[in-house]
T-cell receptor, first 115, second 111 residues
Framework: DQQVKQNSPSLSVQEGRISILNCDYT??????FLWYKKYPAEGPTFLIS?????DKNEDGRFTVFLNKSAKHLSLHIVPSQPGDSAVYFC??????????????FGKGTHLIIQP | NAGVMQNPRHLVRRRGQEARLRCSPM?????VYWYRQLPEEGLKFMVY????????ESGMPKERFSAEFPKEGPSILRIQQVVRGDSAAYFC?????????FGQGTRLTVV
């Protein structure tokens, strides 16, 4: 049973436009959510996170939105750049930053930025 | 401050051999996690360790797999009697508590 779902295996977006990556979760105990970016043959790189006490967190071109009632979060990248082409993983945890826990990952969305 | 270091980057083993994957966490990080990524899959949690303690091994296969994080030295993920299905990328992450930082992974190929 997948607790974190990324239903789009791939997404193609034109350079300069907004990229929106979606993620749904089923476990209501999750209270901390993270996005990771992964290039081929490299480890995932932490991008941005959000605690369940917030509904939005912004860092430069990256914004994460959390809708707790819908158990849905999304990552917005604007404007999209060619270097953003990578696989993006959504992850969730049931310990909100104060303690560590194994993260539950989605299967990833391959974002392709077209020139 | 070096990042999470994993070695080797690539490991080839014949069926039945043992595989040892090493992970040195970031300085000051006391939490280590191991994840496995099978082809076409996301990362699957395997085990969470703190120094000399296994905190959560709910993602570890019941047989042939073990992990340790000794007081001195790197964390080790050990796979005994490897089979073809063990071929995957194994990622280690470390954390001071909260967001985890990943190493570059070890790609294990069983031939």
């Amino acid at each position: 049973d997948q607790q974190v779902k990324q239903n789009s295996p791939s997404l193609s977006v034109q350079e300069g436009r907004i990229s929106i990556l979606n993620c749904d979760y089923t476990n209501s105990m999750f209270d901390y959510f993270l996005w990771y970016k992964k290039y081929p043959a490299e480890g995932p790189t932490f991008l941005i996170s959000i605690s369940s006490i917030k509904d939005k967190n912004e860092d430069g071109r990256f914004t994460v939105f959390l809708n707790k009632s819908a158990k849905h979060l999304s990552l917005h990248i604007v404007p999209s750049q060619p270097g953003d082409s990578a696989v993006y993983f959504c992850a969730a945890s049931s310990h909100s930053g104060g303690g560590a826990d194994g993260l539950t990952f989605g299967k990833g969305t391959h974002l392709i930025i077209q020139p | 401050n070096a990042g999470v270091m994993q070695n080797p980057r690539h490991l080839v083993r014949r069926r039945g051999q043992e595989a040892r994957l090493r992970c040195s966490p970031m300085k000051g990080h006391s939490h280590v996690y191991w994840y496995r990524q099978l082809p076409e899959e996301g990362l699957k949690f395997m085990v969470y360790l703190q120094k000399e303690n296994i905190i959560d091994e709910s993602g570890m296969p019941k047989e042939r797999f073990s992990a340790e994080f000794p007081k001195e030295g790197p964390s080790i993920l050990r796979i005994q009697q490897v089979v073809r299905g063990d071929s995957a990328a194994y990622f280690c992450a470390s954390s001071p508590g909260g967001s985890a930082f990943f190493g570059q992974g070890t790609r294990l190929t069983v031939v």
